[in-house]
């Protein structure tokens, strides 16, 4: 069974930091492209960003609204998908969501969910 | 960027009946690379078809989606108490990002 499994959500002050964490199992996670979603209180989706697999690459896109504050990074050795996100808004207050996104047999994991709320 | 447009903002229908929503693109997208998703409240997005018409693994045959270029269509055949839910496409071609329409909520009349 594929299982994704956020943490590191909580309270940040506007200004700060916070890492999210993304445990994957059930799937060769090294070779996922993952991308990170978010959803804002009674919002739609917003695309993050994603990170190739290394042997894609390895390389990340951004979202315009978080370009230069957000870094995705992988670590394949444990399975786990970062989300570094800095210089926080109130803006960013949302739902964060891993994902696989869509492989090209159709396939599309996500996670629960975690919330992060930046408020002064 | 590509932005998706999807309409109504509201489907106010009953069980049994068809549901149809659109999505249109500001330019075109490759067909293989539009889908729809399901969420519920409190829940993750659900996949119900990718590469504009082919439905994903246990996603029922009364959910089907068709379009290409710039105008999309998922279409419900006979909503089911389960299916009323908002919907979602995204394009998600190899050039970012990878948007998400606003949104369809489907409720119950």
């Known amino acids: 069974e594929v299982q994704l499994v956020e943490s590191g959500g909580g309270l940040v002050k506007p200004g700060g930091s916070l890492r999210l964490s993304c445990a994957v199992s059930?799937?060769?996670?090294?070779?996922?492209?993952m991308s990170w979603v978010r959803q804002a209180p009674g919002k739609g989706l917003e695309w993050v960003g994603r990170i190739r697999s290394k042997t894609g690459g390895g390389t990340t896109d951004s979202a315009a609204p978080v370009k230069g504050r957000f870094t995705i990074s992988r670590d394949d050795s444990k399975n786990t998908l970062y989300l570094q996100m800095n210089s926080l808004k109130t803006e960013d207050t949302a739902v964060y969501y891993c994902?696989?996104?869509?492989?090209?047999?159709?396939?599309?994991?996500w996670g629960q969910g975690t919330l992060v709320t930046v408020s002064a | 960027e590509i932005v998706l447009t999807q309409s109504p903002g509201t489907l106010s229908l009953s069980p049994g009946e068809r549901a149809t929503l659109s999505c249109r693109a500001s330019q075109s997208v490759s067909s293989s690379s539009l889908a729809w998703y399901q969420q519920k409240p409190g829940q993750a997005p659900r996949l119900l078809i990718y590469?504009?018409?082919s439905r994903a693994t246990g996603i029922p045959d009364r959910f089907s989606g068709s379009g290409s270029g710039t105008d999309f269509t998922l279409t419900i055949s006979r909503l089911e108490p389960e299916d009323f839910a908002v919907y979602y496409c995204?394009?998600?071609?190899?050039?970012?990002?990878?948007?998400f329409g606003g949104g369809t909520k489907v409720e119950i009349k």
């Open positions: 059930g799937l060769t996670f090294s070779n996922a492209w």
């Open positions: 994902t696989t996104g869509i492989a090209a047999d159709g396939t599309s994991y």
């Open positions: 995204q394009q998600y071609g190899s050039s970012p990002p990878l948007t």
């Open positions: 590469s504009a018409s």
